[in-house]
Nanobody, 123 residues
Framework: QLQLVESGGGLVQPGGSLRLSCAGA????????IGWFRQAPGKGREGVSC???????NYADSVKGRFTISRDNAKNTVYLQMNSLKPEDTAVYYC?????????????????WGQGTQVTVSS
């Protein structure tokens, strides 16, 4: 059974950095598209970034130039490097897997979700 486990969240000051990890089990990460999403209190789920099976990447406008998605196939893990963090980046961050190579446009098309990791940006 496919499982995703996020880690790396925490409390960081504005301008700081965090690296989130999405460790996978029961699948081969280099084939499937993996996305990162976030949900802030009182708001809907927002797509942050996705890496396709061919390693194409996309980002939400709000994080372009600050966040970088990457994958380590040997560790079956996808990372989200977050730099220049802002208070508005505060949210629970989730990773999700789509059982195809391309990043889906609709979050509902992702097949598996992790449990989330909290990121808080505050001074």
């Amino acid at each position: 059974q496919l499982q995703l486990v996020e880690s790396g969240g925490g409390l960081v000051q504005p301008g700081g950095s965090l690296r989130l990890s999405c460790a996978g089990a029961g699948y081969t990460s280099d084939y499937f598209a993996i996305g990162w999403f976030r949900q802030a209190p009182g708001k809907g789920r927002e797509g942050v970034s996705c890496i396709s099976g061919g390693d194409s990447t996309n980002y939400a406008d709000s994080v372009k130039g600050r966040f970088t998605i990457s994958r380590d196939n040997a560790k079956n893990t996808v990372y989200l490097q977050m730099n220049s963090l802002k208070p508005e980046d505060t949210a629970v961050y989730y990773c999700a897997a789509h059982l195809d190579r391309l990043c889906p446009a609709d979050p509902a098309d992702y097949d598996y979700w992790g449990q989330g990791t909290q990121v808080t940006v505050s001074s």
